[in-house]
């Protein structure tokens, strides 16, 4: 992968990743493909992630998303990712297809909240959270591609760190991104 | 003995087989999820289609003819599949890392062996209460794919007709045969046919959970291909 000599180095793909409805599961993961880290590093540099605290996403090759849409905060984010990113992935479970959070979708969400905020036990005079600095709820968490264009999908709660490695080392090479070898689950 | 081209291979038949059965049995695999070998054919979950004579038709529900040349594992054939997948999942409330079926599960092995990485349509979450009342099983309708197997199995085997499918297109759903419309108030057994019949993870047995943890259950090491040509064999 290193460039041939007298070439002018490659610049390296800009990659944010951000973590919306999720459990930052999927970042651990990503995590766990340990010492590739160091060679990926050589390839890409992280725009905003978690990783780097930038706050706002900037001009990208390749976004990473885990997680749903829960609330309307998400929802700037993920369009955001989808202006700024030429490919964009859904990473894990939750972004493919709402994943656990989504299992409150057949719920009204102002009994959800009544529920966790007035009626929990052990709660004395419980009131729903109404800072308006706190983004607004919305009434069912959707799956990413139900908001904007997704280029690809990586299920999996989360995906190992080899399907990670595979699926990224695919797509960095120019490769459409394939889940052989038992690297495909959706749990 | 007759025979017809299964994409392009031959494969002997006897009078009255189905293509799909006439395939399993030569070693060839066509999908399915409502077939069942001990029961006529459904042809309700549309997994084998294949092309027959220029036409789309249910493997399982069609009988063999003499000299066709039938397609099934082409890439027209399986993008059909991966859609009639997606549909599947959409259409009910399908979270694998919560399902204690997950790794035995036909619909999820099936979406791996056609590499469904999405499910492509809007969600349509719906509202499916489990039904819990029995001390034995556990009812979790939100995963019901209307393959009528525990009814036909409960009908036709266990002698209860326990389960039915009742209302049409989206509305259709699965209901026990009780007043109260509770598996506690019939006299479902744990040991019922119907018990252990379900391709996907809506009847379950209370108790085993996860004993088999996840990564060691059928589908994790094997396709479903694999299992199902060797229980074929057997």
């Known amino acids: 992968m290193s460039p041939a000599p007298g070439s002018p180095p490659a610049r390296k793909l800009r990659v944010p990743t951000t973590s919306l409805a999720g459990c930052f599961g999927c970042h651990m993961s990503f995590l766990d493909i340990d010492e590739h880290l160091f060679e990926l590093v050589e390839l890409i540099e992280f725009d905003r992630s978690p990783l780097t605290d930038i706050k706002e996403v900037g001009p990208c090759d390749i976004g990473l998303i885990e997680g749903g849409v829960c609330n309307a905060e998400n929802v700037h984010v993920l369009r955001a990712f989808r202006r700024q990113c030429k490919t964009l992935i859904a990473l894990g479970a939750c972004a493919v297809n709402g994943g656990l959070p989504a299992q409150r979708n057949h719920l009204s969400l102002s009994e959800c909240l009544r529920e966790v905020y007035q009626f929990r036990p052990g709660i004395e005079n419980g009131q729903i959270p109404n800072d308006p600095e706190l983004p607004l709820p919305l009434d069912k968490v959707r799956p990413i591609h139900e908001v904007v264009r997704i280029d690809y999908f990586l299920p999996g709660c989360p995906p190992s760190g080899p399907a990670i490695w595979k699926f990224l080392t695919d797509l960095i090479a120019g490769r459409t991104p394939r889940l052989s070898d038992g690297l495909l689950h959706y749990d | ?234």
């Open chain 2, 1 to 234: 003995m007759k025979q017809f081209l299964l994409d392009g291979q031959p494969v002997p038949f006897e009078d009255g087989q189905s293509i799909l059965e006439a395939a399993r049995q030569a070693g060839h695999y066509i999908p399915s999820l409502c077939w069942h070998k001990d029961f006529p054919a459904h042809g309700s979950c549309k997994l084998c289609i294949v092309k027959a004579a220029g036409r789309h038709v249910s493997a399982c529900a069609t009988p063999a003819k003499e000299g066709w040349e039938v397609e099934s594992a082409t890439p027209e054939m399986n993008g059909e599949r991966r859609a009639l997948l997606q549909m599947l999942f959409v259409e009910g409330n399908h979270f694998c890392p919560s399902c204690e079926k997950s790794g035995n599960c036909e619909l999820q092995a099936l979406g791996y062996e056609y590499e469904m990485l999405t499910s492509r349509f809007r969600h349509f979450y719906p509202d499916r209460p489990v039904d819990a009342s029995h001390p034995d099983v556990l009812l979790d309708f939100n995963r019901c794919i209307f393959c009528e197997l525990c009814v036909r199995a409960s009908r036709d085997v266990d002698g209860k007709a326990v389960f039915a499918l009742t209302g049409r297109g989206i509305n259709k759903h699965l209901v026990v045969n009780a007043e109260s419309g509770r598996l506690g108030d019939t006299d479902f057994s744990k040991d019922d046919l119907a018990a252990r019949i379900c391709p996907v993870g809506v009847i379950l047995r209370k108790g085993p959970g996860f004993a088999v943890p996840i990564g060691e259950r059928t589908y994790d090491g094997q396709s479903i291909r694999e299992q199902k040509l060797k229980e074929e064999e057997s």
